[in-house]
C-alpha cells in the first residue's frame, strides 16, 4: 500500500513569488495535515482539511493556504514568499477525527524542501 | 496539550536496547502518549501510542507508569538504523479548540546508536 507522497522533493522559489507544494494521501485516508519543520524552530502544525473542509489551522499568516480536492489530495500554497519560509514541509494523513483512537494516527509523507532565495 | 519533557540526546550500543525517557507530569485523564521518530531530513514515523497500559508492537515497547506521569519507550535491539529524533507526545483524543486535529511536537531526544 502506497504510503502518502508528496511533490515536488525539492522546490526553489524566490522571494515574492508563490510555491504551490501538493499531497497525495494514504488510500482511505480522509484527513490531511501540513507541517512546517524550519530549522531549529522544530515540526509547527500549519493546517488541517478534512472532508473537504479547513477544520484548524496553526499560528501562520494568511499567505500560508491550501485546499482538499474530492479525491483528498491536498495542496498548500505560499503566497508573497520570505526568505524564513525556507523549510521542509511536512505532509499526513489519517482516517479522520472522531474515530477510534488508533484510527486517527497520523503517518507522514517525505517533505517537500522549499528554498527560498 | 499537556507538555513533555526529554532528554535532548542519548547514546546506545548496537544490539543492545534502547530506553527514552518522556516526563508528561501533567497529563489529563483522557490524554494519550504517542511515540514518533524522524531520521535525518525524512517525515516522522509513527512507532506506538498508549493510555495507561502497557503497549509492544513490531518496533517498539511503551511503558506508561502507574500514574501515567512518565513513559519509557524501550527499542529492543537498536540497530544503527534507529538513529534518528524520537518524539514523545501526549494528545486527547478528539481534542477540541486550538488542539483540533494538531500533533505538538517538541524538541525530542536525539538517539545515536553506535557500533
Known amino acids: 500500500e502506497a504510503g502518502v507522497t508528496q511533490s515536488p522533493t525539492h522546490l526553489i522559489k524566490t522571494r515574492g513569488q508563490q510555491a504551490t507544494l501538493r499531497c497525495s494521501p494514504i488510500?482511505?485516508?480522509?484527513?490531511v495535515y501540513w507541517y512546517q519543520q524550519a530549522l531549529g524552530l522544530g515540526l509547527q502544525f500549519l493546517l488541517w482539511?478534512?472532508?473537504?473542509?479547513?477544520?484548524n489551522r496553526g499560528n501562520f499568516p494568511p499567505r500560508f493556504s491550501g485546499r482538499q480536492f474530492p479525491n483528498y489530495s491536498s495542496e498548500l500554497n505560499v503566497n508573497a514568499l520570505e526568505l524564513e519560509d525556507s523549510a521542509l514541509y511536512l505532509c499526513?494523513?489519517?482516517?479522520?477525527?472522531?474515530?477510534?483512537?488508533?484510527?486517527?494516527?497520523?503517518?507522514f509523507g517525505a517533505g517537500t524542501r522549499l528554498s527560498v532565495l | 496539550d499537556a507538555k513533555t519533557t526529554q532528554p535532548t540526546s542519548m547514546d546506545c550500543a548496537e544490539g543492545r536496547a534502547a530506553n527514552l525517557p518522556c516526563n508528561h507530569s501533567?497529563?489529563?485523564?483522557?490524554?494519550?502518549v504517542y511515540w514518533y521518530r524522524q531520521i535525518h531530513s525524512q517525515g516522522p514515523q509513527y512507532i506506538i501510542h498508549?493510555?495507561?497500559n502497557n503497549e509492544t508492537n513490531e518496533m517498539a515497547s511503551l511503558i506508561i507508569t502507574e500514574d501515567r506521569k512518565s513513559s519509557t519507550l524501550i527499542l529492543p535491539h537498536a540497530t544503527l538504523r534507529d538513529t534518528a529524533v524520537y518524539y514523545c507526545?501526549?494528545?486527547?483524543?478528539?481534542?477540541?479548540?486550538?488542539?483540533?486535529?494538531?500533533?505538538?511536537f517538541g524538541q525530542g531526544t536525539i538517539l545515536t546508536v553506535h557500533p
Open positions: 482539511y478534512d472532508e473537504g473542509e479547513e477544520r
Open positions: 501533567t497529563i489529563s485523564g483522557n490524554e494519550y
Open positions: 499526513a494523513s489519517s482516517l479522520g477525527q472522531g474515530l477510534a483512537i488508533a484510527k486517527n494516527i497520523q503517518y
Open positions: 488510500s482511505g485516508h480522509t484527513s
Open positions: 498508549g493510555l495507561k
Open positions: 507526545i501526549v494528545r486527547a483524543f478528539n481534542a477540541g479548540g486550538t488542539s483540533y486535529g494538531k500533533l505538538t
